[in-house]
């Protein structure tokens, strides 16, 4: 708390796979922590070997139009992925391994993939599309 206010953060259009912590009771994918209230929307957290969306507090309807699919477990805390275009299917990357071998992997989405043109409907992808979730959606996904 600063000030008698909350501290806030945005998290928007990323990627976070294959994570690994050893404290299981605070590593996630992404982690939210008392008296904060972030922005976090058209995210893909997946296939982390901890818990992909926790939170301390009931923040469910500031985690929305993100895909959560394949962590262990995919919420804890008080997240429990009810934010408004939320899913949980495989993603379909291109080419993704949990080898440690970064070099190999490629997270951009295949056709056909379930995070394709359902990001926040307030956020284009650079084509115009409505956001496709991750890294490579949004304003930014031409990088």
Not at 24 to 52: C, L, Y
Not at 53 to 69: G, M
Not at 110 to 117: E, F, K, V
């Amino acid at each position: 708390e600063e000030n008698g206010s909350y501290i806030d953060g945005t998290l928007i259009n990323n990627t976070i796979v294959y994570n690994s912590v050893t404290d299981t009771d605070w590593g996630a994918g992404i982690a939210q922590f008392r008296r904060t209230e972030p922005t976090m929307k058209n995210n893909i957290v997946a296939f982390n070997h901890s818990t992909g969306a926790w939170s301390e507090d009931d923040v469910n309807t500031l985690y929305t139009y993100s895909l959560t699919y394949g962590n262990s477990p995919n919420y804890g805390g008080l997240m429990t992925g009810s934010g408004t275009g939320n899913l949980s299917a495989d993603p379909i990357f291109v080419r993704a391994s949990d080898d440690s071998d970064w070099t190999n992997d490629d997270f951009h989405l295949q056709a056909g993939s379930p995070a394709i043109n359902v990001g926040d409907p307030s956020i284009n992808d650079t084509d115009g599309s409505r956001s496709d979730m991750g890294a490579y959606g949004g304003v930014y996904g031409g990088w």
